[in-house]
């Protein structure tokens, strides 16, 4: 009998820190759609944004890590720290089925990425090999042509914060600590992480 594969959504993102959008995001989607596992997988470096003033890898790996713990259907990912920069998903893609064949990987991604997806590393060869799920973001259409069999749109609740909100907030001395998982609180506290504007 053939072994069901692991659905797994591949959840990519700076997470510059990682906040509850993101969570609640990805919490959603295992427990309302079809996914097995959410992969966060943090991106050393995005080809459409700057690497100039970002934390380190390794620290924000450690916020996803903390921010995850104890859910079972979550898991963080340093995959694309071996890889060459700046991370094309692409190539992500390709390594990781390679690297564990048992799973199938589903892209997920935000209405404001779908509409700009046209302009990524070769689009047409993760159409072909992986389905995708585009969820929404204010501002963004969320039309998917029929044509487009292996994408599908879906309908999460919204939690309109970005990590430079958190960022700004945070250099201002804001205290914000309900915007992200206490333990990701605690660990910017103890690292002074984001305390003025000069820092990533
Ligand atoms: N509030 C949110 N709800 C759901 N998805 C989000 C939210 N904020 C960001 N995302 C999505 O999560 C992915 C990773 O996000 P990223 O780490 O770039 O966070 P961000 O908050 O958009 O960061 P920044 O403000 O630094 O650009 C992106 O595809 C982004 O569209
Ligand atoms: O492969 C590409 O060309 C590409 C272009 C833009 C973004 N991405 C990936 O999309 C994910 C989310 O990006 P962002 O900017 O919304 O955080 C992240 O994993 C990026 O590496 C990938």
């Given at each position: 009998m053939e072994k069901t594969r692991i659905k797994t959504g591949l959840f990519g993102g700076t997470?510059?820190?990682?906040h509850i959008g993101h969570l609640a995001l990805a919490n959603y989607l295992c427990e309302y759609e079809d996914l097995d596992e959410v992969w966060f997988l943090v991106t050393?470096?995005?080809?459409?944004?700057?690497?100039?003033?970002?934390?380190?890898d390794y620290i924000r790996l450690e916020m996803v890590e903390a921010a995850i713990a104890?859910?079972?259907h979550f898991r963080a990912s340093?995959?694309?720290?071996?890889?060459?920069?700046?991370?094309?998903t692409v190539d992500t893609l390709r390594q990781l089925a390679r690297t564990y064949p048992e799973r199938d990987f589903i892209l997920i991604i935000g209405a404001d990425n779908w509409a700009k997806f046209?302009?990524?590393?070769?689009p047409e060869e993760i159409l072909r090999n992986h389905s995708i799920r585009v969820y929404p973001r204010r501002g963004y259409d969320l039309t998917i042509p029929a044509?487009?069999?292996q994408v599908k749109a879906v309908e999460t609740p919204l939690l309109e914060i970005s990590s430079t909100f958190i960022r700004q907030a945070l250099a201002e001395?804001?205290?914000?600590?309900?915007?992200?998982h206490p333990e990701v609180y605690r660990i910017i506290q103890e690292k002074h992480l984001y305390q003025s504007s000069n820092q990533p």
């Open positions: 997470f510059n820190p990682i050393p470096q995005n080809p459409f944004k700057k690497g100039d003033h970002l934390l380190d104890g859910y079972p340093d995959f694309e720290f071996g890889l060459p920069r700046p991370s094309y046209a302009q990524w590393r070769a044509s487009y069999t001395g804001r205290d914000i600590r309900y915007f992200v």
